[in-house]
């Protein structure tokens, strides 16, 4: 995808790309994770539900997030109570670039 290959390109992480939350909840249990990089708008669940799910798991109760979404506005409350750090989309790269480097550097 156009994020994971924009990320390896311009900062020392690499990404690992699913595609819906059972993926997700499944690469986890065996990929060391320092941020996650979540859309709100998933197939099988939303990004806030693949969050609680995620940091439910031990190891990652203090691991980062971001979360896209295109109703920022709409989702804010709920963003804001879990610390995630809200973007909107369109995804502007280097604001993207900038929030990881300040959550994992």
Known sequence: SFLSIAIGQETPYKAVV?????????????????????????????????????????????????????????HQDVIEQRKIIGLGKPIELDELLSTIERLIA
Request: avoid cysteine.
């Open 18 to 74: 699913v595609t819906d939350g059972h993926q997700a909840l499944e690469t986890v249990t065996h990929v060391l994770v320092d941020l996650l990089l979540l859309d709100y708008t998933l197939p099988t669940m939303n990004g806030i539900e693949l969050y609680d799910q995620l940091h439910a798991m031990p190891g990652l109760e203090a691991t980062p997030a971001i979360i896209f979404t295109a109703s920022l506005v709409k």
